[in-house]
């Protein structure tokens, strides 16, 4: 299936549309930068990972003693249910475009 685009969208347009919703970007506090050095949970389009955030970019994270996290468990439990180390002793990169979520693990 085609898709035919009749009028090209430009980044003009796109500002017109956000002036015009009176839309506001802003930058939210507790982005990734603000958790360098804590342990996260990182939540992707396929997999879910845990890991000490080591470093940041506009293109991707690093996690240092990274693991995969295939099943959560209850969110209160000490440990999640089924996770396995990553076989790498150099930290992994993970897109920001793939990630969903990511928040400090408190426990």
Not at 27 to 37: F, H, S, T, V
Not at 46 to 59: D, I, P
Request: proline share 5%; glycine share 6%.
């Amino acid at each position: 299936m085609k898709t035919i685009i009749k009028k090209p969208v430009t980044v003009e347009r796109v500002v017109e549309k956000v002036i015009e919703e009176k839309s506001e970007v802003v930058d939210a506090p507790g982005g990734p930068i603000e958790m360098l050095g804590s342990v996260v949970y990182v939540q992707c389009t396929s997999y879910s990972y845990t890991g000490e955030l080591f470093g940041v970019n506009h293109t991707f994270i690093e996690l240092k003693n990274a693991n995969i996290v295939y099943a959560t468990g209850a969110w209160n439990r000490k440990n999640f249910e089924t996770e396995e180390v990553l076989p790498s002793k150099r930290p992994i990169v993970l897109f920001l475009s793939q990630i969903e979520s990511m928040f400090v693990i408190d426990r």
